[in-house]
């Protein structure tokens, strides 16, 4: 038994790098979500980061800091290992369209939607399209914004990242 523990404290242990992308409009609730969602997985030891932080950090390691917003976030999400994006304000409507054509960075990309936004072209194009390939689409209730249900679907994919770190670290996946 003292391997078994070993092994699921090495899974538990391992940070993952979490790029949290939403709404940043202090009117929107899914903003205050977000915060809480990249300070709990800070308080789990992983590296959680939201796209504001993450622009102006590389803004100020760049010297002038003058290329577009959008490399900034391409290089933090190139970088992350997970991206969770709040689909819910015109700037990540837009990370959303941005990140699920990249290939390399759609393939870590978990997106929360509103369940009452049906059709439209966003909705029904590349969002299903990367909920039938990944099923990294998760949508919810407006009453779930205000409960843990977001941040605990966050938690779980970070779980079973971890888990799946591991197993491939150790070549039994």
């Known amino acids: 038994m003292p391997r078994s523990s070993k092994a699921i404290d090495e899974i538990n242990s391992q940070p993952v ?3 949290v992308c ?3 409009e202090k ?3 899914l903003t ?5 969602t990249i300070n709990e997985l ?5 590296d959680a980061n939201s796209g504001e932080e993450l622009v102006s950090e590389l803004k100020a390691l760049d010297g002038d800091g003058t ?10 999400a190139a970088q992350s290992e997970l991206i969770v994006i709040f689909c819910a304000s015109p700037g990540s409507i837009g990370e ?21 936004y049906r059709g439209g072209y966003i909705r029904e194009g590349i969002l299903e399209m990367h909920r039938r390939v990944k099923g990294l689409v ?32 150790h070549e039994v996946l």
Not at 160 to 166: R, T
Request: charged residues 30%.
């Open 22 to 24: 939403g709404p940043s």
């Open 42 to 46: 800070r308080r789990l030891g992983h």
């Open 67 to 76: 290329r577009t917003a959008n490399v900034y976030e391409n290089i933090a």
């Open 17 to 19: 790098t979490i790029f």
């Open 96 to 116: 959303t369209c941005q990140f699920l054509n990249i290939p390399a960075i759609a393939r870590k990309a978990m997106v929360f939607i509103d369940k009452r």
């Open 138 to 169: 998760e949508e919810y209730e407006p009453e779930d914004i205000d409960s843990c249900r977001l941040m605990t679907r966050v938690i779980e994919w970070v779980r079973d990242l971890q888990s799946w770190k591991w197993m491939t670290r």
């Open 32 to 36: 205050l979500k977000k915060l809480d």
């Open 27 to 29: 009117s929107n609730k």
